[in-house]
């Protein structure tokens, strides 16, 4: 199905444009929550008239977050973990850990839904995209080292592993994907609940 985009969706596009997504994406995500609309010939003669504000409304929101794009471009962070001889985690760093670190080192308020990245399930340096608007994407570093170990020592052990040929991603890929869907089912289903329960509060504040 076609749909013209009423907001910026990250990833897909910017209010004004129009784009082929899946029919379940648009009818049970994006229409609803407002984003975006069937792209019938009533709707896409507003489609300038959309782009336009959401242009003007784009470079308000880029000013007023540019100062904590700066900030996050310079912000580490680190988390002890227990791992295996391979450096693979008994567990996971999770977005809602990322962000809760960030907030607490930067002392600002960022939800788990900006943070762009997968769980991280080995040792070593990671790179993670804060999305703070389509057009402010700044990256952090997280460093995952060992329970009772350095940094350094993190990071010297995953450059070991990586010039021996390990391959993490190919050696643990059946028991990350079985993970990664059963956290990617447990994340969607409480976005549900935050969604409802925010309509609700909505529809309360209306009566």
């Not at 009423?6 to 997504?21: E, T």
């Not at 229409?31 to 069937?38: H, K, S, W």
């Not at 769980?119 to 080292?145: F, N, Q, S």
């Not at 993970?179 to 549900?192: F, G, I, M, Q, T």
């Amino acid at each position: 199905m076609k749909v013209l985009l009423l907001q910026d969706v990250y990833k897909l596009g910017r209010a004004g444009d129009v784009k082929k997504v899946a029919n379940g994406y648009g009818r049970n995500y994006l229409i609803p929550q407002g984003l975006a609309v069937l792209a019938t010939p009533g709707a896409m003669s507003q489609a300038d008239t959309i782009r336009v504000e959401a242009d003007k409304q784009r470079a308000i929101i880029n000013e007023e977050m540019g100062g904590i794009a700066e900030m996050l471009k310079d912000v580490t962070l680190t988390f002890p973990a227990r791992a295996s001889e391979t450096g693979r985690l008994y567990g996971s760093i999770n977005t809602r850990m990322i962000v809760d670190a960030i907030n607490e080192k930067a002392g600002i308020e960022l939800t788990h839904r900006q943070i762009d990245s997968q769980p991280l399930r080995m040792i070593g340096e990671h790179t993670v995209a804060i999305r703070l608007t389509v057009d402010l994407i700044p990256e952090i570093k997280v460093i995952v080292h060992r329970e009772g170990e350095t940094v350094q020592q993190a990071l010297d052990e995953a450059a070991e592993l990586a010039e021996a040929g390990y391959d993490s991603e190919v050696e643990v890929e059946a028991e990350i994907d079985y993970y990664d869907e059963v956290e990617s089912e447990a994340l969607e289903a409480e976005e549900e609940i935050e969604t409802a329960a925010e309509a609700s509060i909505e529809e309360a504040d209306e009566v």
